[in-house]
């Protein structure tokens, strides 16, 4: 029996099992496919082809050469000219000059299982922040243009690359622990970083990894600074919004809380605030008195943080190699 399946064979490693409505599917190995059912097994030998050759471009952005992105990213030499900006298990992001430009590179290794039945369902995190760009974009929410996906091939291991526009400078975690901006840039920055979080809330949609360090300030000009979101893997469906705006905010401080540069009291509340005056402008929450909503989504952004146990971050941002993206 041959099993029509050359992806997930190509893409299987261990004991991989799906389960649909009483059939369970269990990749055993390389080569061999279990199917169960209520009757019993079957074993079944599946076709192969090997991954091809070479690089292919999976995304890219009008205008854009593929052939000549592909080339690029294929050849090992852009590696050695970049600056290594993050290195974390099978993912790195690098700053480089490609094809004239000043880009940001992400690298992710799909040697994973996980990796590679992403790559099946189209949802890797390349694909992912793709999408979570163009959603911004469509938005008018600042970030990173994308300029192509590709998926090629680094020192023998199957990788996929994310390229988007290198932005000029530096993030808001940098702001925070270099305390270089003056009191009412900071006021101004909060107070934009508020409407932002409100933005993206009202149009039902959250990010799961709004932390300073994602967010580059391309102008800190008073009274209008420009925040660009830099990593959109994690942007989600909102299904509570009020929720998922405690949730945003908390991750506003608990990154700088955890570096031992925690923003001031009187500058939290401040984007706390703008965010909610945005919310109630647009109707929602509209039932409550503005004390009360501002008292309860305080407590609830501390309790957000309470839950989290321990602040400190997994990579710090203060490091060497800096993570200047998510």
């Given at each position: 029996m041959?099993?029509?399946?050359?992806?997930?064979?190509?893409?299987?490693?261990?004991?991989?099992?799906?389960?649909?409505?009483?059939?369970?599917?269990?990749?055993?190995?390389?080569?061999?496919?279990?199917?169960?059912?209520?009757?019993?097994a079957?074993?079944?030998r599946?076709?192969?082809?090997?991954?091809?050759?070479?690089?292919?471009?999976?995304?890219?952005?009008?205008?854009?050469?593929?052939?000549?992105?592909?080339?690029?990213?294929?050849?090992?030499?852009?590696?050695?000219?970049a600056?290594?900006?993050?290195?974390?298990n099978?993912?790195?992001?690098?700053?480089?000059?490609?094809l004239?430009?000043?880009?940001?590179?992400?690298?992710?290794s799909?040697?994973?299982?996980?990796?590679?039945?992403?790559?099946?369902?189209?949802?890797?995190?390349?694909?992912?922040?793709?999408?979570?760009?163009?959603?911004?974009?469509?938005?008018?929410?600042?970030?990173?243009?994308?300029?192509?996906?590709?998926?090629t091939?680094?020192d023998?291991?199957p990788?996929?690359?994310?390229v988007m526009?290198?932005?000029?400078g530096?993030t808001?975690?940098?702001?925070?622990?270099?305390?270089?901006?003056?009191v009412?840039?900071?006021h101004?920055?909060?107070?934009?970083?508020g409407?932002?979080?409100?933005?993206?809330t009202?149009?039902?949609?959250?990010?799961?990894?709004?932390?300073p360090?994602?967010?580059?300030?391309?102008?800190?000009?008073d009274?209008?600074?420009?925040?660009?979101?830099i990593?959109?893997?994690?942007i989600?469906?909102?299904?509570?919004?009020l929720?998922?705006?405690?949730?945003?905010?908390?991750?506003?401080?608990?990154?700088p809380?955890?570096?031992g540069?925690?923003?001031?009291?009187?500058?939290?509340?401040?984007?706390?605030l703008?965010?909610?005056?945005?919310?109630v402008?647009d109707g929602q929450?509209?039932?409550?008195?503005?004390?009360t909503?501002?008292n309860?989504?305080?407590?609830?952004?501390?309790?957000?943080?309470?839950?989290?146990?321990?602040?400190?971050?997994?990579?710090?941002?203060?490091?060497?190699?800096r993570r200047?993206?998510?």
């Amino acid at each position: 029996m041959t099993i029509h399946t050359p992806e997930i064979r190509a893409f299987a490693r261990g004991g991989l099992r799906l389960g649909v409505r009483g059939l369970r599917l269990s990749v055993r190995s390389p080569a061999i496919v279990q199917i169960e059912t209520a009757r019993g097994a079957v074993r079944a030998r599946t076709r192969y082809r090997p991954p091809m050759a070479g690089s292919r471009v999976i995304k890219i952005a009008p205008g854009e050469d593929g052939q000549a992105w592909a080339d690029t990213l294929s050849d090992r030499a852009w590696r050695d000219q970049a600056e290594l900006l993050k290195r974390d298990n099978d993912v790195s992001v690098w700053r480089a000059q490609m094809l004239g430009r000043g880009v940001v590179v992400k690298c992710w290794s799909l040697n994973r299982l996980k990796r590679r039945l992403q790559v099946i369902v189209g949802a890797t995190p390349a694909a992912r922040q793709w999408r979570g760009a163009a959603w911004l974009q469509e938005h008018e929410i600042p970030t990173a243009d994308p300029f192509v996906i590709v998926r090629t091939t680094f020192d023998g291991q199957p990788t996929e690359c994310f390229v988007m526009r290198a932005l000029i400078g530096e993030t808001v975690f940098d702001h925070l622990a270099g305390g270089d901006l003056t009191v009412r840039q900071e006021h101004a920055l909060a107070r934009l970083i508020g409407r932002q979080i409100a933005q993206i809330t009202l149009h039902n949609r959250f990010n799961r990894d709004h932390k300073p360090s994602n967010l580059i300030v391309t102008r800190t000009g008073d009274p209008t600074p420009i925040v660009a979101v830099i990593d959109s893997v994690a942007i989600r469906r909102a299904t509570r919004k009020l929720d998922h705006l405690c949730s945003m905010l908390a991750d506003l401080a608990i990154e700088p809380t955890g570096c031992g540069c925690p923003p001031r009291r009187t500058l939290a509340m401040r984007c706390v605030l703008e965010a909610l005056a945005s919310m109630v402008s647009d109707g929602q929450p509209n039932d409550e008195d503005p004390a009360t909503l501002r008292n309860e989504v305080w407590a609830a952004v501390m309790s957000v943080m309470a839950r989290r146990g321990d602040l400190t971050p997994r990579i710090d941002p203060l490091a060497d190699v800096r993570r200047s993206d998510g």
